[in-house]
């Protein structure tokens, strides 16, 4: 039996990286998944993941703007009649030391990484709690816990998370609804392949298993937290980074 048979999944941020790693171990496992980005590659990503037997189709969704996370959750509900699983998993970064930070770059950060939170749950909450069941897992990251140089909003945005999932949870356990997040550690992306290479070398470098995370790794972690069996753990950060800050 698949993990996710018949289930509805939004993955946000799915049209590349660890989100089109999650929508691909997802479908897999039987999941409906709407693949939400602000890039039309999305589309392109849906049709090769479908390509392969998997039930996933694109919407342009911005996280950060409530009235198109309300239209898109509309039209899922029209659809299907339910949302199992929200993946919050869109994120960006614009990286600079504090001394040359734009109030825009700090301000951009935080609305895409932090507001989302608190729109995709008001759209998405009202239809778990009147299935009785959900599982909204956020994506955190190593750097919210130890750090890194440049990345004082990136990092702020990223604890932000872990913050808003520990609330989260004591709110909406009654109905049935677990909230979780994953903290990556470092994951070979369009993100990561950005970084020069002596500091992805450097980064790898300090990995106990010996290599870089791919985006299914990710998918994976994603996918026990979103499974039924995972039921009774709720407030939790997994940590994923193959041992680099255990
Ligand atoms: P990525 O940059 O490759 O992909 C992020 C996706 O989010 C892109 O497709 C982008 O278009 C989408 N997105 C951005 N703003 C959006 C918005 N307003 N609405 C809808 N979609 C939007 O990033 P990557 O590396 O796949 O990371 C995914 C998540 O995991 C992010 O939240 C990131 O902060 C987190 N993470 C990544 C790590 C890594 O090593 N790659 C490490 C720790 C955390």
Redesign the pocket.
């Given at each position: 039996m698949k993990k996710l048979e018949g289930q509805v999944v939004i993955v946000?941020?799915g049209?590349?990286?660890?989100?089109e790693g999650i929508c691909k171990v997802f479908c897999n496992e039987g999941a409906i998944v709407a693949l939400?980005?602000?890039?039309d590659e999305g589309q392109k990503t849906a049709d090769k993941i479908a390509k392969n037997g998997g039930k996933i189709f694109y919407q342009n969704?911005?996280?950060?703007n409530q009235e198109s996370v309300d239209m898109a959750v509309a039209k899922l509900i029209s659809e299907y009649g339910k949302i199992d699983v929200l993946i919050n998993?869109?994120?960006?970064i614009r990286d600079r030391s504090i001394l040359k930070m734009s109030r825009e770059e700090w301000d951009q950060v935080m609305h895409?990484n932090v507001d989302s939170l608190y729109i995709t749950a008001k759209a998405v909450v009202p239809h778990m709690k009147a299935a009785n069941y959900g599982r909204i897992i956020s994506?955190s990251?190593?750097n919210a816990f130890q750090g890194a140089f440049g990345q004082t909003n990136y990092s702020a945005s990223?604890a932000a998370i872990v913050g808003f999932t520990h609330s989260l949870c004591r709110e909406v356990g009654k109905y049935n609804i677990t909230v979780n997040a994953v903290a990556?550690?470092?994951?070979k992306?369009?993100?990561?392949d950005s970084m020069p290479q002596d500091v992805i070398q450097a980064g790898i470098s300090m990995i106990p298993v010996g290599r870089i995370g791919t985006p299914e790794d990710m998918g994976h972690a994603y996918l026990f937290l979103a499974s039924k069996e995972a039921g009774f753990i709720s407030g939790h950060t997994l940590h994923a980074n193959g041992g680099a800050m255990p």
């Open positions: 946000t941020g049209a590349r990286g660890i989100g939400w980005d602000v890039l969704v911005d996280v950060s998993n869109a994120g960006i895409v994506a990251s190593v990223k990556p550690g470092f994951i992306t369009e993100m990561t």
